[in-house]
């Protein structure tokens, strides 16, 4: 299994989501597609955590993208409406990220979520749901679950197409994720925090 692509995508959705203009956030949570992943609470002992959610946005980024003529971010701009990411490493068994893990699974199942990928080695698993509406994609869960290392939920909200979504993450490397993400750091109040011990 590859954890590194898992964390290419978490990296590019975080990095998308600076991107996009603001959307309805006060309507975000009857929004189809969107996951409620805020009752999952990050154990403080979490040698490393990711815990994105933000509301300020960069509209100067995207008209550099549009300057420098980037089709493909361009494109992949204009589909995302939000983006929340949990993540954190596990010492260990860790109940909270069963407990969220079995919940999510059940709310999937519950609003007529697509199971779209599901890779399982050992232990470890993977698995991208999507939800429709109609013919259109309107939601992306990710969760993926390396026991004594790492537990990831990534919900994507918008007009998506996976195609073009796909294509831009094989264009970056997780370097220069990072380093795009640097650069906002401190812009119009966004700050980038990644906790590690």
């Known amino acids: 299994m590859n954890i590194q692509l898992i ?10 989501l600076l991107l996009t203009a603001p959307t309805f956030a006060a309507d975000l949570k009857d929004t189809p597609g969107y ?27 995207a008209a550099d993208a549009e300057d420098n003529r980037d089709e493909a971010l361009l494109q992949a701009l204009g589909m995302i409406k939000s ?8 010492d260990g068994d ?10 999510v699974a059940r709310t ?3 609003d007529d979520w697509k199971r779209l990928i599901y890779i399982k080695d050992d232990e470890e698993t993977v698995t991208v749901s999507t939800r429709y509406e109609g013919k259109d994609m309107v939601g992306l869960m990710l969760v ?24 831009l993450v094989r264009q970056f490397d997780d370097d220069s994720i ?16 990644k906790h590690e011990d």
């Open 7 to 16: 964390k290419r995508i978490t990296a590019l959705a975080t990095l998308l």
């Open 83 to 90: 983006i929340r990411v949990k993540s954190w490493t596990m």
């Open 35 to 61: 996951v409620d992943l805020e009752w999952i609470r990050i154990p403080a002992s979490a040698a490393e955590i990711q815990d994105i959610d933000l509301g300020a946005v960069l509209l100067g980024i």
């Open 108 to 110: 999937l199942e519950k």
């Open 94 to 103: 860790d109940p909270v990220a069963s407990e969220a893990m079995d919940k």
């Open 144 to 167: 993926t679950y390396e026991p004594d290392d790492t537990v990831a939920f990534v919900n994507v909200v918008g007009d998506l197409d996976l195609g073009t979504l796909f294509t």
């Open 178 to 193: 990072a380093d795009m993400l640097e650069e906002l750091d401190g812009v119009q109040g966004i700050e980038i925090d």
